[in-house]
């Protein structure tokens, strides 16, 4: 029996990820997820052969996530993947989560970072634990204030998103060092240009007027952006692949400053203080 725990699976190329995961047998899925009648719309139109546990949740909320996480630990006792899809992309109003947070940073970046920390218990009780981050080939755009990891003084949803891409590929390669000689692998993956509700916003502003075009003739079906994903998920070819940014199904060299260790030891830190949580 394999247990994979995902979040962002009620819409866009993360539904058709934990469909082409269903295809297996003796699977125990755990999806997190806020609202439960989407996801039970969604299962009345297509059904999940295996075993499935919905875990309410609000990325939004540190406490939610415990909950969450104090929950999984009660119906199962290890976890062989978990999978951080759940990505958030606001308006250009400065908008902040419950605990204060900009809700970009809030979501893309601390939620997994808490998640992962609170299941990594579970997935050392695996024989081979995986650790699936989605990020984007946005993050060659983003432009970092260390001394503003929130853009607080100068907001901007695109930005926002860009950075918080960025940090995806931070927070893999600093986890993977970090759990060397665990067992336990942790990736990204860029899905490219799907075509999903949130490609509109997702598009370089220079694209935007093209957008129509992009969708017809550039953007990937939602069963292809969640390809490298599901390779990630299940190929033994990748078993002790670690700290690796995909696309394709194939290791890409990452460009910019994703190997600024002080950079990374900077959002470690920050992800830490705002989650309230410390890896040990």
């Known amino acids: 029996m394999k247990r994979i725990v995902m979040t962002g699976v009620t819409s866009g190329f993360g539904q058709q990820w934990l469909y082409q995961l269903d295809k297996q047998q003796d699977i125990e899925f755990f999806v997190l997820a806020r609202n439960k009648s989407k996801f039970e719309a969604m299962l009345k139109l297509k059904p999940l052969s295996n075993q ?15 909950a969450a996480a104090d929950q999984i630990q009660q119906l199962t006792d290890s ?8 990505g958030w992309w606001g308006s250009n109003t400065f908008d902040t989560s419950s605990d204060g947070i900009e809700s970009t940073f809030a979501v893309n970046q601390v939620a997994p970072f808490l998640l992962t920390g609170r299941l990594l218990p579970l997935l050392s009780k695996s024989k081979q634990g995986r650790i699936i981050n989605t990020a984007s080939f946005r993050y060659e755009d983003a432009k970092i204030d260390r001394n503003d990891l929130q853009l607080k003084e100068n907001f901007n949803g695109e930005q926002a998103y860009c950075n918080s891409k960025f940090y995806s590929v931070l927070f893999t390669q600093s986890l993977a060092e970090k759990l060397a000689g665990t067992g336990i692998t942790v990736n990204c993956f860029d899905p490219g240009i799907v075509d999903t509700p949130m490609l509109k916003k997702a598009l370089p502003v220079w694209l935007s ?7 017809r003739f550039v953007a990937r079906t939602p069963d292809k952006g969640a390809e490298t994903g599901v390779y990630l998920c299940e190929s033994d070819s990748v078993s002790t692949s670690t700290g690796s940014y995909y696309k ?18 900077m959002l470690w830190k920050n992800s830490t203080d705002l989650s309230g949580f410390e890896y040990s």
Do not use: M, W
């Open 248 to 265: 394709d199904k194939s290791i890409q060299k990452t460009k910019g400053s994703t190997r600024d260790t002080s950079l990374a030891n």
């Open 209 to 215: 007027p093209f957008y129509s075009l992009v969708r």
């Open 79 to 86: 976890i062989d993947v978990l999978v951080n899809n759940a």
């Open 52 to 66: 499935i546990h919905f875990i309410e949740c609000d990325l939004l909320s540190i406490s939610s996530i415990h």
